[in-house]
């Protein structure tokens, strides 16, 4: 998708600016709004978003405090976040949306789903951060120390200046909050259709094991898949694969149990067959 069909807008948010990328419109299609994670910006979701962009309108706002959108005084919390985002939405005239959430843009599309179910047609959890699997504090940060090193090179000057533009003062308390978030408990409760999207070398996110525990645990409008390969920003590093999976969820079709070697379908393990009996001996 030619960046010259990508439009940049500055709107206003009860008085103040912020900053929204637009793709080009796709008309009678639910838009797809692109939720960034912690400390950084909405530009590593471009590769993803452009992957689908020719399905639906796509939406990648920086929220305040973020990228190229002013802060709001301090780092505000993931409900503010959350209430903000639905308040972009009103601005830009979007009665009902696709979130798709990475990271910290999980915890706050649930929040959204949560508070105004009737806004959100579904919501794709990329990552999605937070929880016990995060704690405690010291953790969290050996996990994302992990990932720093499993992410590709090229992410770097993607998101270095966010990182810088955000600062470190506003990072602790933030950073604390998204480890404290319930994440699983509300994605096993979410009131809207819901797709969680894990990656098979994302340090940040549950052994295999229990995410196969999670598939079992989920109901039927949960479905839950891994990307072999994929760390935790899957949005820049596997935007093909990511994009494959929303896409077969969005058109309601199975999503395969391969692909090129990356992909694979998580779910509960069949039930194993009774062991047959050993065959009766004839007798003489």
Known sequence: MAEASWRELRIKVHGRPVFVRMGPEVSDAIPLVHVHGFAVSGRYLLPTA???????????????????????????????????????????????????????????S????????????????????????????????????????????HLIPVMLPDYLHFGPLNAPHLFGELMRFPSLERLLRTPVPTLAVIGGRDPLMPPPWRVRELGRLAPPHLKVAVIDGAAHAMNFSHPGELAHVIGCWLDGRDIPPAMNAHLRSRRAPATPAPPRPPPRRRSR
């Open 50 to 108: 452009r992957k689908l962009a020719h399905r639906a309108t796509a939406i990648v706002p920086d929220l305040p405090g973020y990228g190229r959108s002013a802060a709001w005084g301090h780092a505000l919390g993931i409900s503010s976040l959350a209430w903000i985002l639905l308040e972009i939405l009103d601005t830009l005239d979007l009665e009902r949306v696709f979130l798709i959430g990475n990271s910290m843009g999980g915890p706050i």
């Open 110 to 153: 649930l929040e959204v789903a949560h508070n105004a179910p009737e806004r959100v047609a579904g919501i794709v959890l990329a990552s999605p951060a937070g929880g016990m699997h995060n704690q405690p504090l010291g953790r969290a940060l050996v996990q994302l120390a992990r990932d720093v090193r499993r992410e590709g090179r």
